[in-house]
């Protein structure tokens, strides 16, 4: 059976962590009905206690089986999975794609009805403890399809996708891998690698950090035991973003060198290699694209100071709503050793001047 069938296909779970449990959850919630499995009873039972789904016997036959471990387990769970099952469709959830997928080939020739996914959501929490069904709603599904793989298994996968509410890209396997090596892998890289520099800092020296350092050491909280075996499956692709950032850093660190010695006058001339780093950092912010796909928009924002206490962001996000006004981004910078924030609200640059009216006539303090 295959998912443009009269009744929904019967889905097995391999694999009950954050983003397996996360799937279950999505599928039962769309009246799906979905097994679990996982060499983690402890990890199984607990899924199926959310919601995820029921345990999995062999008695059941699943018409896709979606193989939700690490990268470097994928090819032999996958190859078992289509050995087993030899009717379903399998598709994974890994991270990497390009390295499991040339394992596979070389345990199976049966990958006409293997289809790759990469569902592009997760939390920096691991386990089925974490999951939630709502986890890839509106976020980007990637289908890597690998060259020989049956249409109909293709769509199967992207019944699944569409299932849980995610948004479909589809790429070839080395593609997907140069993108998530500059957008995921490389990020989680640099975070741990500027968080790790906390550990060995003089206590007063941390104590002065601001939301600025949170914000870049954000991803510095997820989970060492997966991260590795992502980076490793990702490694080459990996290693070319890194060279290049080795490049402008030693660039950095020369200039900042000539900086310490040079006269004064000539300042400016050295510190030009670090002026120009910053700007094209300012270009590359420019290119991710906004909440709603498309170009990044200019927004005006306004810091608002709100105190720690029930009820201020919605009292806040109230009088937006009642001015009229769409919040398109919004930022929380706690102030060290008191209780009150710094609110950022983005909003359209023509909606300001009316916000900022409303607010001041509401009593809030407005920064800048």
């Known amino acids: 059976m295959t998912a443009d069938a009269s009744s929904p296909p019967n889905v097995l779970i391999i694999g009950t962590g954050l983003i397996g449990a996360s799937i279950g959850m999505a599928l039962r919630e769309s009246g799906v009905t979905v097994w679990l499995a996982d060499t983690d009873t402890d990890a199984c039972r607990l899924a199926a206690s959310r919601g995820a789904g029921e345990l999995f016997d062999s008695a059941k036959t699943p018409d896709i089986v979606v193989v ?7 090819p032999d769970v996958a190859a078992r999975s289509l050995a087993f099952y030899p009717d379903a469709t399998v598709t994974d959830v890994a991270s990497v794609k390009a390295a499991p997928l040339a394992r596979l080939r070389g345990l199976t020739n049966d990958t006409a009805r293997f289809v ?3 569902p592009m959501a997760g939390r920096e929490v691991s ?3 974490g ?5 890839f709603e509106d976020r980007l599904w990637v289908i890597t399809g690998n060259a020989g793989a049956e249409p109909r298994r293709v769509d199967d996968v992207r019944w699944l996708a569409k299932q849980c509410g995610s948004l479909i890209v589809e790429l070839d396997a080395a593609e997907h891998d140069r993108a998530v090596a500059l957008t995921s892998h490389t990020p989680q890289i640099l975070a ?10 003089d206590p007063s020296d941390v104590a002065v950090s601001g939301q600025g350092l949170r914000d870049a050491t954000r991803l510095a909280d997820s989970g060492p035991d997966l991260w590795s075996q992502i980076i490793a499956s990702n490694a080459p692709e990996i290693i070319a973003v890194l060279d290049k950032i080795g490049v402008d850093l030693a660039e950095i660190r020369e200039a900042l060198a000539e900086v310490s010695v040079v006269p004064e006058a000539e300042l400016t001339d050295a510190i030009d290699p670090v002026r120009r780093l910053l700007e094209r950092g300012n270009d590359g912010r420019r290119t991710l694209p906004d909440k709603h796909g498309g170009a990044a928009g200019e ?3 306004i810091p608002v100071v709100v105190d720690d206490k ?3 962001l919605a009292r806040l996000f109230a009088a937006a709503g009642e001015a009229g006004v769409n919040l398109e981004d919004v930022r929380i910078e706690h102030t060290v050793g008191r209780l009150r924030a710094i609110i950022e609200l983005d909003v359209s640059p023509t909606m300001a001047p009316r916000l900022r009216e409303v607010l001041a006539a509401g009593g809030w303090q407005i920064r800048g």
């Open 127 to 129: 386990g089925p403890g």
């Open 299 to 301: 927004y005006e924002i």
């Open 192 to 201: 741990s690698v500027l968080a790790a520099q906390l550990v060995s800092a």
């Open 116 to 118: 790759g996914g990469h």
């Open 68 to 74: 939700a471990v690490p990268p470097h387990a994928v």
């Open 310 to 312: 029930p009820g201020e």
């Open 131 to 135: 999951a939630r069904a709502d986890l």
